[in-house]
Every structure is written in structure tokens, then in C-alpha cells.
């Protein structure tokens, strides 16, 4: 990544994590209303592990706290995927791949290490939700519903980066996508 793209890219991957957790935020508000309640992995990270004195908290501060945590990690992994090499993240599949990757990173890595078991008792639609919700948060996080403004190629050797200030034609993040 070039020096002049990466704090405009970072502030962009971050700000699109906190959208994406925002809008996971939704879906499970959504999905908890019309099936059953049951916890998510924030929340049950939350009950287990969060400082006594947030346990303490009415329900709907503890609640507060447990989300603005969630949407703090989001923006963390958008800062992530903002530091993969464009290339990277200009890839079609970037995104899904990304939002699954977190999730079973959850699930097979984090869960277990903080003790958080339930990851295992969950049914198969429930599965299929949360995937579904982490694959619009790297949808989201990629880029999709917002591209990037143009940016030019990125140069594959100091030659091409020397070259880079003759006024080429600039190429959008979404017309790099489809190539």
C-alpha cells in the first residue's frame, strides 16, 4: 500500500467495520425477535468475562456497553482488511471470505480459548444466519455498496513507482473489481 493511500484507506476500512457491526447489530435484533433469544457471542463473552463492575450494570447499560464493545471490534477488523495488500482486497471474494474467516475464528480459535461453549449447542439455521451476517459484514467492509473513488494502479516494482507520477488514467476500486 502506498504511503498517500494508507491513513484515507485505514479511516475508510474503519469506518465501513463500524457500519458492518452496526447493520449485525440489526440483523440479530431482527432474527431475535421473530425466533428464539439466544445469546450472542458478544453478549456471552460479556456475562463471562466483563470487569465486575460492568456485570453490575442494569440490564439495558450492560447491554450498551456489550454492543459498543462489538461495534469497536468491527471497526478493529475493518482497520484489518484495510491493511491487506490491494490486491487483496480488490478480489471479488475478498469480503465474504474476510466476514467467514472472522467467524470461524470465533467459533474454532476464540470461543473455546475464552470458554465460551455454546458456539457448539447452536442449530445448523442459526449457523446459517450468522454466516449470512458475516458475510454482509465483509460485503460491507470490501466495499461493495460503497467503492472506493479512483485510485490508480498499484506498482508492482520501484520502477513502475517512479513512473506512477506521469498522469496515467486512473482505474476505480470497482472497475479493478471486475478485471
Partial sequence: MR????????????????????AMTGIR??????????????EAIFEKHAPGRIRRLPRRQREAV???AHWAYGTGGGVMFGLLPRRVRLHRAAGPV???????????GIAPLLGVRHTRRRP???????????????????????????????????????????????????EARRN
Avoid: C
Avoid at 449457523?127 to 472506493?148: C, K, M, S
Fill in 98 to 108: 474476510y466476514g467467514l474467516s472472522i467467524w470461524l475464528a470465533f467459533e474454532l
Fill in 3 to 22: 504511503r498517500e493511500e494508507t491513513r484515507p484507506t485505514l479511516a475508510r476500512s474503519a469506518a465501513r467495520g463500524l457500519v458492518a457491526a452496526m
Fill in 29 to 42: 435484533t431482527v432474527t431475535a425477535a421473530v425466533g428464539s433469544y439466544e445469546k450472542s457471542p458478544p
Fill in 124 to 174: 445448523a439455521l442459526w449457523r446459517a444466519v450468522v454466516a449470512v451476517d458475516h458475510i454482509l459484514y465483509g460485503i460491507v467492509v470490501a466495499g461493495w455498496l460503497a467503492p472506493e473513488p479512483s485510485l490508480p494502479p498499484e506498482p508492482s516494482n520501484e520502477k513502475e513507482i517512479a513512473d506512477d507520477s506521469s498522469g496515467q488514467e486512473m482505474t476505480s476500486g470497482t
Fill in 66 to 68: 456489550t454492543e459498543l
